[in-house]
């Protein structure tokens, strides 16, 4: 059975997702470490009710991103984690990172990339007025939201849909393609 850490910045519905495949027998992995860059951040509490163990830290205590990237490495390693679901985790990786679990790592993102990537893409997608939205699931490297892609799902927008009912729509979908594709990488 894989290790698994999940890496995330606030809210941690995917990471619950992820969470609720793995306590149901769907995804055979075990989550061993939950990584959060923003101390506070609610996510950390949704993981410590199941008991997982937390490393959550400021990347302002640090002199640079490689020095944080080394302790999560080390945290990481200590948890014997194997891949790296990242779901909402809001920074950019460096070499340090994406060397040390090179095409271990996946992130969710809430377009079809490679349209609209960084932050706010729902909003991002919205203003632009598209009638197709979805979301993506690739592995990561150096750039944003980049990295060869793994799974899509796309969804037409209904004309009356505002935009929580559209962001309820993508949540939906990441909440079940996220599971299913770690599922479809760790357990092959
Ligand atoms: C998700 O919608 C995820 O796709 C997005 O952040 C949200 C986190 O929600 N990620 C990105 O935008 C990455 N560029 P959650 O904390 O409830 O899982």
Not at 60 to 78: F, L, M, N, T, V
Request: proline share 5%; aromatic share 8%.
């Amino acid at each position: 059975m894989k290790r698994i850490a999940v890496f995330a910045s606030g809210t941690g519905t995917n990471f619950e997702a992820i969470a609720d495949a793995v306590e149901a027998g769907q995804l055979n992995a075990e989550i061993t470490l939950v990584v959060v860059d923003k101390p506070g951040a609610p996510v950390i509490e949704k993981a410590q009710k199941r008991g997982i163990d937390v490393f959550a830290f400021n990347p302002k205590d640090y002199p640079s991103k490689p020095d944080y990237e080394r302790e999560i490495i080390a945290r990481c390693q200590a948890h014997g984690v194997e891949w790296i679901a990242l779901a909402g985790y809001m920074r950019l990786l460096s070499p340090v990172m994406l060397e040390a679990y090179d095409q271990r790592i996946v992130n969710i993102h809430p377009s079809l990339l490679p349209a609209f990537k960084g932050k706010d893409a729902i909003g991002q997608a919205i203003e632009y007025g598209v009638k197709v939205m979805g979301v993506t699931i690739h592995y990561v490297d150096a750039s944003m939201d980049g990295g060869r892609i793994i799974a899509q799902r796309a969804f037409a927008v209904q004309p009356q849909w505002n935009k929580e009912e559209i962001e309820a729509q993508v949540h939906a979908i990441e909440h079940v393609l996220y599971p299913e594709t770690l599922k479809t990488l760790v357990e092959e």
